[in-house]
T-cell receptor, first 112, second 114 residues
Framework: GNSVTQMEGPVTLSEEAFLTINCTYT??????LFWYVQYPGEGLQLLLK?????DKGSNKGFEATYRKETTSFHLEKGSVQVSDSAVYFC???????????FGAGTTVTVRA | DAGVTQSPTHLIKTRGQHVTLRCSPI?????VSWYQQVLGQGPQFIFQYYEKEERGRGNFPDRFSARQFPNYSSELNVNALLLGDSALYLC?????????????FGPGTRLTVL
């Protein structure tokens, strides 16, 4: 079946630091890959997605590249802000599936 | 446009009771999914409905059931509540196919079972 493994947190960074959150996956079919973000007290929001190998998703300064050869979709941001403090979830859905399969989430705290 | 709405926001029940959670999708969205998010974990898929038909079911016991109405709103029912059912229940909607459409999540219903 489908599964997602995320880098464990929590992660604490200073403002303007570089952020990487690792995500690897196991999937049947041809998965689409997603990063969702959950800000404190809010619901899940789609941050970015990639639907085929070598695609790069990007939004709000965050990027992730769909690497089929390493089954990975690592999230990166070059310079984080305090407002990026949130829980980040990697997720996938595959061509023979109707649901999102989520990782356990990584809590990121950015200090001023 | 309003996003996905869920009610109630919070709910406290005791073991053995029954609960009904409600979800209204974004206007025009025909697919509704339900997820359970236990504290400290990622959301786990429970059900997906499309055009009032169940299209997918996760690994949850038969105590969990759902339905979708002609206006595409949905209810999640949980019978014989257990302490382990305490979680944030998320509803999500999308146009038709989550492999092509963005799935939008509601704020969730926080269920506490005592």
């Amino acid at each position: 079946g489908n599964s997602v493994t995320q880098m464990e947190g929590p992660v604490t960074l200073s403002e303007e630091a570089f952020l990487t959150i690792n995500c690897t996956y196991t999937a049947t079919g041809y998965p689409s890959l997603f990063w969702y973000v959950q800000y404190p007290g809010e619901g899940l929001q789609l941050l970015l997605k990639a639907t085929k190998a070598d695609d790069k998703g990007s939004n709000k300064g965050f990027e992730a590249t769909y690497r089929k050869e390493t089954t990975s979709f690592h999230l990166e941001k070059g310079s984080v802000q305090v407002s990026d403090s949130a829980v980040y979830f990697c997720a996938l859905t595959s061509s023979n599936d109707y649901k999102l399969s989520f990782g356990a989430g990584t809590t990121v705290t950015v200090r001023a | 446009d309003a996003g996905v709405t869920q009610s109630p926001t919070h709910l406290i029940k005791t073991r053995g009771q029954h609960v009904t959670l409600r979800c209204s999708p974004i206007s025009g969205h025909k697919s509704v999914s339900w997820y359970q998010q236990v504290l400290g974990q990622g959301p786990q898929f429970i059900f997906q409905y499309y055009e009032k038909e169940e299209r997918g079911r996760g690994n949850f016991p038969d105590r969990f059931s759902a339905r979708q109405f002609p206006n595409y709103s949905s209810e999640l029912n949980v019978n014989a509540l257990l302490l382990g059912d305490s979680a944030l229940y998320l509803c999500a909607s999308n146009l038709q196919d989550i492999r092509e459409d963005t799935q939008y999540f509601g704020p969730g219903t926080r269920l506490t079972v005592l």
